[in-house]
């Protein structure tokens, strides 16, 4: 006998369709988000057996790989450590000015790479190499790791924590067997994010003259004109990047998701005691250091001037211009990034995954291999939109696609499970649960994908050196002009107002991802 709540939903027929439709769209969507990997295969494919082997067979090779996988494992390391501690004195203890220290902590943010490394060279031209990108990249990344475990903290459900500590475990003991396991999803998410913005970051490198494969695939590209070996060399980051979704997968699957209980249990405070003095004084050097020196650095350019033998931009122009593509750019890339979130979150099948973990391949791709496909593509097939505003919005897309696809996920791990089933049993079509129900849950999470997305590419420099229309400039576009000219004072109110554009992204993407302190709320 069928269930009068089966009866009340809709036809099997709306059902299959409606079934049947988001997987073929997540495919459509990540096909197009994936084509410049098909653009990399087509060219390397010109390459004969013999060229690539001596191409991978060069010492040059040996030394890339060491170089991007030596300061990749270092700084994702050094990241989730500084991550995960911040985040734990922050959300699990009793430090003092909780909020304040959050936006200290996540701030940095609002400063692009290569002007991070603008900023330390401009300072003293003795950090560079490996070691000053190791400090560059650890300074600008680590919130990429305390933003999603703060987040798994302060929403997650602390009565494990409170047992163990009831149990007789000290503090110490209840954060490595209890709190890690909670966090190792957002710990991995972020130590991902990390890693691959590692992989394809040219401009801080160049700057700090620290030679990997995004820098030497720039080379080859725009200098040597060889897109052959530079294809190959892209595959390389292609099957580094496939390794690390691999390995997050892996971890975020063993780890337990913290979830927060029906009555919102939050564990009491760690009392910090006598650690209380040491812990402010490392939150206070780390913000110093990642915030205070690139933050002194524009002052310092600022007020020192700006004379330059190249001729003066309009800053208003390019600020115009750079908010209006990196603005459009977000809102298409989250609106992209649904459909495939939604199908992975709502079904936990193989073609599902795949789908999911195929989308963050094209982040391994450097910004001139995407604006190369897209330029290949545009003259092919869409020659109308060839240096055409379109074309710039495309490559942002392709590039960012996977920020928005980690945040809008992270939203949907929010929403209780069954919830959609529930609100379908009752009579609600598809369209309507999904209006309805679940966006209006992961809205603030969409928020977030937007801020994430436009705060990113509006500091992309090596796809809008290539792909913007004739005449258009952005501020990343003339910073480097500039700083390419050494003329680092006549950089400076670029750089300062990228940064300030950069700030209130960043207090969004706070607020958004890590919501209400249940703890501040009861008080």
């Not at 450590?81 to 430090?95: C, S, W």
Request: a positive charge; aromatic letters at 8%.
């Amino acid at each position: 006998m069928t269930s009068p709540h089966r009866a009340a939903g809709p036809p099997p027929l709306l059902r299959w369709r409606a079934a049947g439709l988001l997987p073929l769209l997540g495919l459509a969507i990540v096909t197009v988000i994936g084509s410049p990997l098909a653009f990399v295969g087509i060219q390397a494919a010109q390459t004969s057996w013999d060229q690539a082997q001596r191409l991978l067979g060069r010492p040059l090779i040996a030394t890339l790989l060491w170089n991007t996988t030596a300061l990749a494992g270092a700084v994702t390391l050094a990241t989730a450590v500084l991550g995960f501690g911040a985040a734990y004195l922050v959300e699990r203890t009793d430090l003092a000015g909780r909020r304040a220290w959050t936006v200290a902590l996540t701030l940095p943010l609002a400063v692009p790479e290569f002007v991070r490394g603008y900023s330390w060279i401009s300072l003293s031209s003795s950090v560079h190499g490996y070691w000053g990108a190791v400090l560059v990249m650890t300074c600008s990344l680590y919130p990429l790791v305390f933003l999603p475990v703060a987040a798994s903290l302060r929403r997650g459900d602390a009565a494990a924590e409170e047992v163990s500590r009831s149990l007789g475990q000290g503090p110490l003991a209840t954060l490595r067997r209890v709190t890690l396991p909670l966090t190792r999803p957002a710990l991995a998410g972020g130590a991902l994010l990390v890693s691959l913005y590692l992989l394809g970051e040219y401009g801080a490198f160049a700057m700090l003259r620290f030679t990997t494969f995004s820098t030497a695939i720039f080379t080859q590209y725009k200098l040597g004109f060889d897109a052959a070996s530079a294809s190959l060399l892209t595959l390389v980051l292609v099957l580094l990047t496939l390794m690390l979704v691999t390995l997050e997968a892996g971890a975020g699957r063993r780890g337990r998701t913290a979830r927060r209980g029906t009555a919102g249990c939050s564990a009491s405070p760690v009392r910090l005691g006598r650690g209380r003095l040491p812990a402010v004084a490392a939150l206070s050097a780390l913000v110093g250091t990642a915030l205070g020196v690139p933050v002194y650095a524009l002052v310092y350019w600022l007020f020192a001037g700006s004379s330059t033998t190249l001729p003066q931009a309009s800053l208003l122009s390019a600020a115009l211009t750079t908010f209006g593509y990196a603005f459009t750019a977000a809102l298409t890339a989250t609106a992209a990034a649904l459909p495939v979130a939604l199908y992975a979150w709502r079904r936990d099948t193989l073609f599902a995954r795949t789908l999911e973990r195929a989308a963050f391949l094209p982040r391994a791709l450097p910004g001139i291999a995407v604006a190369l496909a897209v330029v290949y593509f545009a003259i092919r097939y869409a020659q109308p939109l060839y240096q055409q505003p379109p074309m710039l919005i495309a490559g942002y897309v392709i590039l960012f696609f996977p920020l928005a696809l980690t945040a809008v996920r992270a939203a949907l791990a929010q929403v209780p499970p069954g919830l959609e089933e529930v609100a379908r049993s009752l009579g609600t079509r598809p369209a309507a649960v999904l209006a309805r129900v679940t966006l209006r849950l992961v809205l603030p999470g969409l928020g977030a994908a937007v801020a994430m997305v436009g705060l990113t590419a509006s500091t992309e420099l090596t796809a809008t050196l290539l792909l913007r229309p004739t005449g258009t400039q952005t501020l990343a576009t003339q910073f480097w002009t500039y700083t390419s000219g050494l003329a680092y004072g006549a950089a400076a109110p670029y750089a300062a107002v990228m940064v300030a554009m950069s700030v209130p992204p960043v207090l969004l993407l706070t607020r958004r991802t890590l919501g209400p302190n249940p703890r501040t709320e009861n008080r």
